[in-house]
């Protein structure tokens, strides 16, 4: 069965410290989405991955595929970046995702 | 830049009414999905869809849903009679053709059967 597994599933932090966000993925997933979902519950996708590393601004997210594990990183983190990380897995062969039950980040001021 | 709309935001029903809710995925998308989130838990697929058929549904898309594309644009989800535990976030999404993985979510429409 394919399953992802994220951790921790809160996490508090004081503006501008670095902030790691883990997944891990069981055999069957071959990518990972790394989705933003803001308190009103929209969604937005962060990441795509199916191998190395991704940078978009402060947010960096990498993918062990041997492992199969992958991170989502985000430097100097501000209280804007409060929000319910999650992580996808590709699953299907028709591309839907196997979500993983998010991680709520609040940064304090 | 081009978005997913979805139709209504928030949609109140009484448990066994029949719910379409509504979505148009970015127009030159041809992957389609739904999915739905009850409160506190995590997002679940429901349905995928493409070249006007079901291409995968998981356990819970049983008998009481169906999805549509019923004029080129708009891809609908519905519930034939709901039951109190249809309450949930519902998103659409949609891919292209090109990238085989990246999907982009409609803001999603927050059912709520009483």
């Known amino acids: 069965k394919n399953e992802v597994e994220q951790s921790p599933q809160n996490l508090t932090a004081q503006e501008g410290e670095f902030i790691t966000i883990n997944c891990s993925y069981s055999v069957g997933i071959s990518a990972l989405h790394w989705l933003q979902q803001h308190p009103g519950g929209g969604i937005v996708s962060l990441f795509m991955l199916s191998s190395g590393k991704k940078k978009h601004g402060r947010l960096i997210a990498t993918i062990n595929i041997q492992e199969k594990h992958s991170s989502l990183h985000i430097t100097a983190s501000h209280p804007r970046d409060s929000a319910v990380y999650i992580c996808a897995g590709l699953g299907g062969s028709q591309g839907n995702l196997i979500f993983g039950k998010g991680t709520k980040l609040s940064v304090k001021p | 830049e081009p978005e997913v709309t979805q139709t209504p935001s928030h949609q109140v029903t009484q448990m066994g009414q029949e719910v379409i809710l509504r979505c148009v995925p970015i127009s030159n998308h041809l992957y389609f999905y739904w999915y739905r989130q009850i409160l506190g838990q995590k997002v679940e697929f429901l349905v995928s869809?493409?070249?006007?058929?079901?291409?995968?549904k998981s356990e819970i898309f049983d008998d009481q849903f169906s999805v549509e594309r019923p004029d080129g644009s708009n891809f609908t989800l519905k519930i034939r009679s709901t039951k109190l535990e249809d309450s949930a976030m519902y998103f659409c999404?949609?891919?292209?053709?090109?990238?085989?993985?990246?999907?982009?979510f409609g803001p999603g429409t927050r059912l709520t059967v009483t």
């Open positions: 869809f493409y070249n006007n058929e079901i291409s995968e």
């Open positions: 999404a949609s891919r292209d053709r090109v990238s085989r993985y990246e999907q982009y």
